[in-house]
């Protein structure tokens, strides 16, 4: 039986670049899908499981870096970066935020097909990614679907629990300081973490702990910070 060729998704505000690039991978024999928006992408991401992603830089809604350290969150499809920006710094912040290749524009086919040719042969044959779930003890975290369960029954998160959470299981058994937790939810927010992740941390225990008085998965480091345990 005969597989499905590579699926391909393109995440660019621009039409006309997104045509030309489904027309220089379709030529290659890609299944090809396409997203305006970063949160059309993630969106479109969870649903077909793209076996690479192609990304713009400069997208109306959020920054091409922060789509790229979600999409880290839950999928190593590989990622490869189209931006007219040059900056080996910005390079440097793509591939530290998970980016595995950076194509500047203007670009040729060929040169798209080629690069995106070497992330497919250099990626896990596990293109399915069943490691977006995240499964401890009870509690089930689908990072890709943004869906929670708790014993078996759905568990509704606001957008700033469902960040902290996120940031919780995708650093499993380690130490996060205030700071970092800060960062990752909040980004660049002004406020006391303290009292911003005590108010959250109590929220999301009610909602995932059995006993939130003497949570299993969410503890306290004293004067550090959380750690979500997946033991125990």
Not at 30 to 45: C, Q
Not at 137 to 164: I, K, Q, Y
Request: proline share 6%; net charge neutral; hydrophobic share 40%.
């Amino acid at each position: 039986m005969v597989g499905l060729p590579p699926g391909i998704l393109v995440i660019d505000d621009e039409p006309q670049l997104r045509r030309a690039v489904r027309h220089a991978l379709e030529a290659e024999g890609y299944r090809v899908s396409e997203a305006a928006t970063a949160r059309e992408g993630l969106d479109v991401a969870a649903a077909t499981r793209p076996d690479a992603i192609v990304l713009d830089l400069g997208l109306p809604d959020t920054d091409g870096i922060d789509v790229c350290r979600d999409l880290r969150g839950w999928t190593q499809a590989p990622i490869l970066v189209l931006s007219a920006r040059h900056e080996d710094d910005q390079k440097v912040a793509l591939l530290d935020a998970g980016a595995d290749d950076y194509v500047t524009k203007p670009f040729s086919p060929d040169e798209l097909r080629a690069r995106l040719r070497a992330l497919l042969r250099r990626a896990p044959a596990t293109a399915s990614d069943a490691s977006s779930q995240v499964r401890c003890g009870t509690l089930v975290v689908d990072l890709a679907r943004r869906t929670v369960t708790r014993a078996g029954a759905s568990v509704h998160l606001t957008p700033t629990e469902w960040e902290l959470l996120r940031a919780f299981v995708t650093n499993p058994d380690r130490t996060l300081t205030h700071q970092q937790l800060f960062k990752a939810v909040w980004g660049n927010a002004f406020g006391d973490a303290q009292q911003y992740l005590r108010v959250y941390v109590g929220q999301l225990r009610r909602k995932i702990e059995d006993d939130p008085v003497r949570p299993r998965y969410i503890k306290t480091e004293p004067a550090v910070g959380y750690r979500f345990e997946t033991a125990g």
